[in-house]
């Protein structure tokens, strides 16, 4: 089992930064990837960033020049730093990680936190 708690979300205005820190406890070592997901209010969930065992990274289009997505193995933590914050940033964003030995592998999911962005 992988458990995941999310922080660092909260309020700020348009052109700030906020840090999410996604903590995994349980069986970290089965850990394949992890990723940030964000819903918005009427919108669906949209993957942000994700960062697999071996470090490659992606971003999606909106956020790839503003957020960065960083691994700390040592405390079994990932990272969404996120840099001049948008309006449309505002989100409720789910860490998530994929977890096991073999196909099918295991989701897990953060609780969430909320960002918003004010204009």
């Known amino acids: 089992q992988v458990q995941l708690v999310e922080s660092g979300g909260g309020l700020v205005q348009a052109g700030g930064s906020l840090r999410l820190s996604c903590a995994a406890s349980?069986?970290?070592?089965?850990?394949?990837?992890m990723g940030w997901y964000r819903q918005a209010a009427g919108k669906q969930r949209e993957l942000v960033a994700g960062?697999?065992?071996?470090?490659?990274?992606n971003l999606a289009d909106s956020v790839k020049d503003r957020f960065t997505i960083s691994r700390d193995n040592a405390k079994n933590t990932v990272y969404l730093q996120m840099n001049s914050l948008k309006p449309e940033d505002t989100a409720v964003y789910y860490c998530?990680?994929?977890?096991?030995?073999?196909?099918?592998?295991?989701?897990?999911w953060g609780q969430g936190t909320q960002v918003t962005v004010s204009s």
């Open positions: 960062i697999s065992s071996g470090g490659i990274t």
């Open positions: 349980g069986s970290v070592f089965r850990i394949k990837s």
């Open positions: 998530n990680a994929r977890y096991g030995e073999r196909y099918p592998f295991y989701n897990s």
